[in-house]
């Protein structure tokens, strides 16, 4: 079965920090990739997907994402995060012939003035 | 951008009772959408797949006499928690897939809490 690993489960940074969010995923075949944010009493926002073609991914808010396909990783990185960017970062995974997405246990950060 | 709506944001209600939630895709047509049960401080469990105009998939160890989704037109999906108990009591999020895209749009999900 599919399964998806975020081993940050609370992330604490001071403005401007670089961060690495790391994602894991177990399937052999084909899959889809996504991070999905959610900002405190807001709902899921979609930052970033990858289905195919250059596996480094940009997303909004200038996040990207990394698909190492030999790894079965897809980290999401910012470079320089913003107080705003606390929040509720979530990968997910679909296998590429079907609907369903399979989401990590979530990764809180915390950004300080 | 496509809007997902969910009503109503959050429930109370007594043990024993049912709970109609309702997910609408506001300005694109879903032929799928997806129910979601988000425990505190844990990520979304997929509940069921629902495709309209067809009988919903449920995923293993949800029971399907409990929640019972239907999915009667191409914008509205909508998941009743029948005879609720206490361990119901959760954050449900629906989401919907645009027609053609491989990707899915969230609602801002319902607090239910059964008394």
């Known amino acids: 079965a599919q399964s998806v690993s975020q081993h940050n489960h609370h992330v604490i940074l001071s403005e401007a920090a670089s961060l690495e969010l790391g994602c894991n995923y177990s399937y052999g075949g084909t899959v889809n990739l996504f991070w999905y944010v959610q900002y405190p009493g807001q709902h899921l926002q979609l930052l970033l997907k990858y289905f195919s073609g250059d596996p480094l ?3 909004i808010k200038g996040f990207e994402a990394e698909f190492i396909k030999s790894k079965f990783s897809f980290n999401l990185r910012k470079p320089s995060v913003q107080w705003s960017d606390t929040a509720e970062y979530f990968c ?5 012939n079907t609907d369903k997405l399979i989401f990590g246990t979530g990764t809180r950060l915390q950004v300080f003035p | 951008g496509a809007v997902v709506s969910q009503h109503p944001s959050w ?28 425990f505190p401080k844990q990520s979304l ?23 019972l ?44 809490t059964v008394t």
């Open chain 2, 11 to 38: 429930v109370i209600c007594k043990s024993g009772t049912s709970v109609k939630i309702e997910c609408r895709s506001l300005d694109f047509q879903a032929t799928t959408m997806f129910w979601y049960r988000q």
């Open chain 2, 69 to 112: 989704i239907n999915h009667a037109s191409l914008t509205l999906s909508t998941l009743t928690v029948t005879s609720a108990h206490p361990e119901d009591s959760s954050f449900y999020i629906c989401s919907a897939r645009d027609r053609g895209y491989n990707e899915q749009y969230f609602g801002p999900g319902t607090r239910l």
């Open chain 1, 92 to 96: 997910a995974v679909n296998a590429g």
């Open chain 1, 57 to 59: 991914v940009k997303g």
């Open chain 2, 45 to 67: 469990m997929l509940m069921a797949t629902s495709n309209e105009g067809s009988k919903a998939t449920y995923e293993q160890g949800v029971e399907k006499d409990k929640f």
